[in-house]
């Protein structure tokens, strides 16, 4: 084989190669080819003249040299000719292989379709060095894996030169080689340049229809088709095909890199992160160092892939896990905060070392590189590269890994968002849609059933329970929509009874049988009885009545006359389609309430939003007939449990303005609604702190322990107190109440009233009364203020400002 000056491959080298090769190719390849430089010495001949031409002189002495080695103009059977006329060789094959760039490219020309090499450059020798055991098989189960082998590849040339189809030749391969320096991976892109190759016909050139045509281009990998309509025994190949080899490592890692980061387990099966650290050498050149990743998850950092034996394939349950501030004073967190890659070039040296630096110094590291992975504008995790040798990774040689930071950002965050996905699946299943102001707390028990479900261990509900929550209640009803929902009742009832009457008086006018007068007197019956009040049972009795005595006569009686007919279509078409009763009055009201509950539900809505700004709370709202609302707020419900009572006093004051806006709006959507109704409004008051709990049978929250019960127990029952003494009700149309049980609640109650009638919102005055006993609550008491209808809308439109101004003024006494 030719040595590391480059140029022909002696004939007993390429012989004994020829040996090795020629057995893989006798079956698999179906031609015959002929290694020839005839095609190369056309080239020389046509270079003669026009730009670029070769010199007179030079292709004059290349014929003459030619004129003396007629063995070249043949197809060489002997390797030894190629030795023989080596100086002559070596002329030809210049203009292909100029020695200019020999050291630079790497090239070789080889045998037709076969991998005998007969001629390289010195680049090409050294890389491909196991020429006779490596490059071949790896070509070819390259091409292979491109879905083109060298039969097919010899097809598509036959087609193109000879049939004229309009093909591609010419392809190009990546492969891949171990280096000898680093035993990395080196990627070279291999071109196939077929210019020097020429097919003989023998014999006639097979013919060809338009349909067989057709057939082979859409069969390109057909063998069997290929082989029938163009045998190999009537073409051979002469000549050389010239292959050259770029050096693509860093784009084709990077391709792999993409490839394997897409993969849903890349970054938690060990094996995976094994390959994207060998791909990271690779682009780098560095085979020492060790790549490592972290994802930034609420608070804390999982350390990914570090060596744990488990293998569940979740970052999370793979993980080691620090919380950020553990990071504290470290290159990380200077990577985390400046959003910039970060370096120390020599541990061993560094002034600033945090325990994290020392544990990483104590492992034998000396150098850090550590990268923050970006999702926009926020870091999803972190990126670090160690090496044992000081500057190994500098900030230049770092520039590679600005193409490399984005895949593993990509990844990380697909990762996080699996890990979200698995724990909002958990919440779903368990507890249930959660209010956002809780779901950390969620969040955190979903972690730990992951944690232990992934570990094998027995797997239970932890308890979701908050300690010390101060509760604010109130509750919007609709006045009398027990008695509004009967009276719509009856109405109906009436109207549909009346209808059925008209059918019978019709058909007994139409046909005179006593049986229809009797019916009438039925219904009649019925009418008199439901216009003097709506009792239990009534609606069932009077529509069994009709459905089973009345209605089934229709059919028949409508057969009677005009007037019977006119009856029955006038009660068919009040009927509500589907329910099979009259449902007009109730239809009224209930789209009134509707329209109530759409109104003030919007209201709270928007004015939760804003609520939600001044601190982080539960709320929750439950609509009936009317609308309650739930707010629970404190330190244990906050992640990081920071609390301050101004922000009590600050959402005691918005929910009283709320409800001013809640009566204005109940009051101005009045006059639009098919059934008049009208609201009340109560707010209870609690200032000591209670405890709430997550209830799994039910899936909400509750309130937890005898004593916090009490407090259960007055919401559902408060809505019917009375003043005590009397039977009025304490709730009242344009009015707010706000019930109490302790003096200093109704001090700071006061404040905040006397606030608001100065604003604008609520009239002068305040009642103070006495609740009646409620069943197992006694001792409660209310204040009682007329919200001002005029000037509420004007009012509502600086309530952030006056909100602050009033906890200024009220804080001092309240606190």
Known sequence: ???????????????????VLMEQQVEAFPFITALSLAPLIRFWDQGGTGPGAVRPEVLRALRKDLQGAPELLEPIIDATVLDRHRE?????????????????????????????KFYATPAFDRLFEDIDGTFAPRMEESKRNRGMDRGTSAYFMIAKKLYGFDIDTDYSLVIGLADAGTGLDRYYKVSFDSRFLDVVVIGDLPALSPEERARLLAEP??????????????FQFHGFMIINAVDVTEQEALSILRRDLVENDSLSSRERFTELQTRVRTILGKPEISLGLSAVHGDQVLLLNTHRKSDNRCIFTDSVRYRLADFNGSIYERALRSGQIQFIDDL?????????????????????????????????????????????INRINALRLNEVLPLFAIAVKRSIEELNNRVQRIIREEYTAIHPSVEWRFRKAALNIIARQDSGAEVTLEPILFNGVYPLYNVTDVRGSSTQRNLAIQQDLVSQLKLAREVMRSARRDRALSILSHLAFRIERHITAIEKGLGAGDEANVLAFLQEEVEPLFDHLETFGDGAARGVAAYRAAIEPGLGILYDRR????????????????????????????????FEKHETDGIDMSIYVGAPLVEHGTFDPLYLRELRLWQLMVMCGLARAGEKIKPRLSVPLDTTHLVLVQHTPLSIRFRLDEKQFDVDGAYNIRYEIIKKRIDKATIKGTSERLTQPGKIAIVYSQGREAQEYTEYIEFLVASGYLAEGVEEVDLEDLQGVQGL??????????????????????????????????A
């Open 221 to 234: 990998n057909n063998n069997a088709l290929w082989r029938t309509l163009l045998p190999p025994e009537r």
């Open 88 to 116: 002559t060789v070596e002329k030809l094959m210049s203009i292909v292989f100029p020695p200019t760039f020999w050291e630079r490219d790497i090239s070789a020309a080889f045998h037709p379709y076969g991998f005998r």
């Open 587 to 618: 239809r009224q009201y209930e789209e009134s309430m509707a329209q109530i509950n759409r109104t003030c539900a919007a209201y709270i809505e928007a004015e939760e939003d804003r609520a939600q700004n001044i601190f982080p709370h539960y």
């Open 348 to 392: 061993r040296t560094w002034p600033d070392r945090t325990e994290m630096e020392e544990n990483t110094l104590a492992k034998g590291y000396a150098n850090m590189c550590v990268a923050p992975l970006r999702d926009r504008d926020s870091v999803v995790g972190l990126l670090y590269i160690l090496s044992p040798v000081p500057g190994d």
């Open 781 to 814: 008491k209310a204040l009682r203020v007329t919200v001002r209808m005029d000037t509420i809308d004007e009012a509502m439109e600086s309530i952030p400002a006056q909100i602050s101004e009033a906890i200024r003024s009220i804080a001092s006494v309240t």
């Open 1 to 19: 084989m030719a040595t590391n000056g480059g140029g022909i491959v002696s004939g007993e080298s390429m012989d004994a190669m020829g040996d």
